[in-house]
């Protein structure tokens, strides 16, 4: 059960599974090839959420506060097939904020400015609330 829409990577021109020879695929602590399948992932988060999946690659568009779009094209993601625990109650999946190869502030660092902020929102917008972000 997921509150929000399921991603469907059929409907995308610009998804594609990450090679079992990627740097990033053997960068996942847990991950298995087989055949045609790509790199199929495991991956367990500190609040014991799991998700098991393929990694992937799709153009992500970041927009900013005045509107104008940024593309990043062969952005890795997990495209979770089985996903469970509070992590995903809420919302479509969970963001890697690391260092790793695979956070999101690692991906994006090639392409955004050295400074890096975000906002985080309820999941339904008619509520105003403002969502506390802790660290340490």
């Given at each position: 059960?997921?509150?929000?829409?399921?991603?469907?990577?059929?409907?995308?021109?610009?998804?594609?599974?990450?090679?079992c020879?990627?740097l990033?695929?053997?960068?996942?602590?847990?991950?298995?090839?087989?055949?045609?399948?790509?790199?199929?992932?495991?991956?367990t988060?500190?609040?014991?959420?799991?998700?098991?999946?393929?990694?992937?690659?799709?153009?992500?568009?970041?927009?900013?506060?005045?509107?104008?779009?940024?593309?990043?094209?062969?952005?890795?993601?997990?495209?979770?097939?089985?996903?469970?625990?509070?992590?995903?109650?809420?919302?479509?999946?969970?963001?890697?904020?690391?260092?790793?190869?695979?956070?999101?502030?690692?991906?994006?660092?090639?392409?955004?400015?050295?400074?890096?902020?975000?906002?985080?929102?309820?999941?339904?917008?008619?509520?105003?609330?403002?969502?506390?972000?802790?660290?340490?």
């Open positions: 059960k997921q509150p929000t829409p399921i991603y469907d990577p059929a409907r995308s021109s610009t998804y594609s599974k990450v090679s020879k990627s990033l695929c053997n960068a996942l602590p847990d991950f298995e090839c087989k055949s045609a399948a790509g790199c199929e992932y495991q991956y988060y500190g609040d014991f959420s799991i998700t098991v999946g393929i990694l992937s690659y799709e153009t992500l568009t970041l927009t900013s506060k005045s509107g104008a779009e940024q593309l990043i094209p062969n952005f890795a993601f997990g495209c979770g097939q089985n996903n469970e625990g509070n992590g995903f109650d809420q919302g479509a999946g969970i963001v890697g904020l690391g260092r790793g190869p695979l956070s999101l502030i690692s991906q994006l660092s090639a392409s955004m400015p050295k400074k890096f902020s975000y906002c985080l929102m309820t999941i339904d917008d008619s509520q105003s609330k403002t969502s506390p972000l802790m660290f340490g």
